[in-house]
């Protein structure tokens, strides 16, 4: 961590220009010490690692456009530009606003500045000149801040530049307005062209990287009728918290220890440590997604916290801007043997491989072009991160973990249940719930996805030529290849080719080949039976901990200054919210599409509520225990009278929304925590009363359920497009599909050091009407116990 060296010696102005030559030299030793390209004036511009003066996205038509900034060895910069509307007929002729994200190297970004305008913007009326307001900066480092203090000694620069924004806590170097978390940007104005009429910029804070780094949000507040779902696009300059295919270093997050990271040495009781190392990277992914989805959502008004609309189509309208070219280098690690990501392909589906080779390919390609010809990787989507990027896919597994928890949970555990009163309660839920939806309303994967295959019309943005390329979400969002299984593509040609397909119904085929690489080859879920292990209900918690509750500041003075919740000195004192859990398992795709129904069979699940209404229950018994203590101690104590009417407002609101995490936990194992005193437990006359007894005692059949790590593992090698070219073959012809249960630890992403416990695994293959079979019993189709069972115990 170094943790001193960056604290104390790195702020000084020798780090700074140490820092700075060694990135320079290493830009020079790559491109050389020009860029072969020339400004009007005739001058050779500075070396730049990417060809990027032609590339622009557009933000409001017309009117707003972000340019990338090559800088120093990897750095990417962004220049926000205004453009002044048309002529009103005063004869006023108004400059182009501008505002630099992140300036390393003042130098290089002034001279790109006046190439840009004479590319893009020379043909405007008057042909105004970009004048720099604005200066936002994502962090401290040098490689984001060195060019400060040159651009305030420019002499035209200076004149127009009115602030140097940073985090509050972060001691950006000439930093003039310190901003806080969910803080907007004051955006320049200059005559009739007011950039606040256009968009607004909101300041998302991410205590990872640094202590007080930022990501700066833009949104468009005229809708683009280019871009389908409402015009509304987010626009997110991540910094180094956030890369296409990674993250930051998390250098200044909480010290994470040996013993912190192994989760097989974990139980239930475990506390979280949140904000340390990787977990308070994924945090800081899990608020930059909600709340980018979220300002999408509430079209600008912040008092509307329903996530009615809130499904996996949003991040798609979500473009990230991230500060450094890293994108083909994290993700050729992640398809490195010897990186901790690696040989986990396997357990996702094909569809996330074949997107991030895809991805690699694409990336790799640009970066290898020749010298002063390389492109950019960047913009990215954060539709395209969710499946590219592991930190994202990390909180998708942990939303898993969470929901098979509440599943397994209400199943066995939760007092709805048991009380056999389930019908009255799902109307209380549902009623409680109609303000949230149901899954229907969380939007379609497949649906946005065929989507994208619709080419929308060029008139929707500004047209490109040749030397100005205009890009937009959509753009951005296509894909450059189309990865499908073979066999499905020679069915559809043969189809054609024999009359049987019309074109319509071949183009609904097409599409749909698409979406079915998302769909798992293996299922798993938990054995029947079986309460999930210590170390899974502690994974369940860290996901309650990460999705539930955003980023709080490193210490008290941090989170007061940043406007940040304060660390708490337990994690158990964390408060979650619901209604944010939620929508994280809606924006992550897990209340949608297959992942939503691999916990348990389709059986299970027409007999069970759908995952939102059994959070609502856990919320609900959670709630009630504490109600029921306080209304206890306050009985004991006399200061409730007996016939006191209840405060209606005590379950409503913010405080049926919020709770503790250690109260969800405790809800969770079924530890009731209403419970007796000692007293009154070993008192017959006291014990006996009705009313000093647990609320609904656990079980004494759930009580002895032993708990497993163990998963049951399924797999139709008739049916996988992968295996059943292998069995076709086979001397033996099989009537029916092969299943094969098997009883697996689960090996996590986040701990790839730990195996599992046993040393063998358990496999029963189920052969369907087999000829050898013949007379043997009756077959079963659902796996579970009926028909012939052949067990082969192998070592692993």
């Not at 649906?447 to 500004?462: P, V």
């Not at 929508?583 to 297959?594: I, V, Y």
Request: glycine share 8%.
């Amino acid at each position: 961590r170094m943790s001193w060296f960056v604290e104390f010696i790195y702020p000084a102005g020798i780090a700074r220009s140490v820092h700075i030559a060694l990135m320079q030299w290493g830009l020079n030793s790559k491109v050389g010490r020009g860029s072969g390209v020339k400004g009007k004036s005739g001058r050779l511009l500075p070396a730049q690692h990417s060809r990027s003066v032609e590339q622009r996205t557009e933000v409001v038509k017309g009117r707003v456009y972000v340019h990338p900034i090559p800088q120093l060895l990897d750095n990417v910069g962004y220049l926000i530009v205004c453009c002044p509307p048309p002529d009103s007929g005063d004869g006023r002729k108004d400059s182009i606003l501008g505002m630099l994200v992140d300036c390393g190297d003042a130098k290089s970004a002034l001279a790109q500045v006046e190439l840009i305008r004479d590319t893009h913007y020379s043909e405007l009326p008057g042909k105004p000149k970009i004048a720099i307001h604005s200066v936002l900066c994502t962090h401290k480092h040098h490689d984001h801040t060195a060019g400060n203090r040159h651009l305030l000694a420019d002499k035209i620069t200076v004149a127009t530049l009115k602030s140097i924004v940073g985090g509050a806590v972060e001691k950006v170097p000439y930093c003039t307005h310190p901003v806080k978390n969910g803080e907007r940007v004051k955006l320049p104005k200059s005559g009739n062209n007011d950039m606040s009429e256009l968009i607004e910029i909101e300041c998302i804070a991410v205590p990872s990287h640094t202590r007080g780094s930022i990501v700066y949000a833009l949104r468009n507040l005229i809708p683009n009728d280019n871009i389908e779902g409402g015009g509304f696009v987010s626009h997110i300059f991540s910094g180094d918290a956030m890369f296409s295919g990674g993250g930051g270093v998390p250098f200044e997050s909480d010290i994470e220890t040996s013993a912190d990271k192994n989760a097989n040495t974990k139980n239930r009781n475990s506390l979280v440590k949140v904000t340390a190392g990787r977990c308070s990277i994924e945090r800081c992914f899990a608020e930059v997604l909600f709340r980018t989805t979220m300002q999408i959502q509430s079209g600008g008004d912040e008092s509307n916290d329903s996530v009615v609309a809130v499904g996996s189509g949003h991040p798609r309208r979500v473009l990230m801007f991230p500060g450094h070219e890293y994108t083909a280098d994290l993700l050729l690690r992640q398809l490195d043997p010897s990186n901790e990501h690696h040989g986990h392909w396997t357990k996702l589906p094909p569809a996330i491989f074949f997107e991030t080779a895809s991805q690699y390919l694409v990336s790799s390609h640009r970066r290898t072009l020749p010298k002063n010809g390389r492109l950019l990787t960047v913009p990215s989507s954060l539709d395209r991160e969710l499946r590219t990027n592991p930190h994202f896919r990390a909180l998708k597994k942990r939303g898993d973990h969470l929901i098979t928890a509440v599943r397994v949970w209400y199943r066995y555990i939760s007092r709805t249940r048991r009380e056999e009163a389930q019908n009255a309660a799902l109307n209380l839920v549902k009623s409680s719930s109609s303000s949230i939806g149901n899954t229907k309303s969380f939007g379609s994967a497949n649906d946005t996805r065929n989507q994208t295959l619709k080419r929308t019309s060029s008139n929707g943005k500004t047209p490109s030529t040749e030397s100005s390329w205009t890009v937009d979400a959509n753009d951005i969002n296509r894909s450059v290849f189309a990865t499908v299984y073979s066999s499905d593509l020679d069915a559809v040609i043969s189809d054609l080719q024999s009359g049987k397909l019309s074109g319509a119904s071949a183009a609904k085929r097409l599409q749909d080949m698409r979406t079915k690489l998302e769909e798992p080859v293996v299922t798993r879920r938990p054995i029947p039976g079986t309460l999930p292990s210590e170390k899974n209900m502690y994974l369940a918690v860290v996901a309650l901990a990460l999705l539930g509750s955003p980023p709080c500041g490193m210490t008290v003075r941090d989170g007061l200054a940043m406007n940040l919740p304060v660390p708490v000195d337990s994690s158990d004192e964390i408060v979650i919210s619901k209604r944010r859990i939620i929508s994280m398992l809606a924006l992550l795709g897990l209340l949608d599409g297959p992942s939503a129904g691999t916990a348990f069979d389709n059986k299970d699940q027409e007999e069970e509520p759908c995952i939102i209404e059994m959070i609502e229950i856990l919320w609900r018994e959670a709630h009630f225990d504490s109600e029921a203590i306080n209304s206890s101690d306050l009985a004991l104590s006399g200061e409730r009278k007996m016939n006191e009417p209840a405060d209606p407002e005590e379950a409503t609101g913010d405080k049926e929304d919020a709770i503790e995490l250690g109260l969800l936990k405790m809800t969770l194992n079924g530890a009731a925590l209403n419970q007796p005193s000692w007293f009154k437990k070993y008192c017959l006359p006291c014990g006996s009363k009705a009313d000093t007894q647990p609320a609904i005692p656990l079980p004494p059949s759930v009580a002895k359920m032993r708990r497993s790590g163990g998963e049951l593992v399924r797999h139709d090698i008739h049916a996988c497009p992968m295996c059943r070219d292998v069995v076709t073959g086979s001397a033996i012809t099989m009537g029916g599909a092969v299943i094969s249960d098997a009883e697996e630890e689960e090996e996590e992403e986040q701990d790839d050091n730990g195996g599992s416990d046993d040393d063998f695994e358990r496999v029963e293959h189920k052969i369907h009407q087999s000829p050898l079979m013949e007379g043997c019993g009756d077959s079963s189709s659902d796996g579970e116990g009926s028909g012939v069972e052949l067990q082969i115990i192998s070592s692993l």
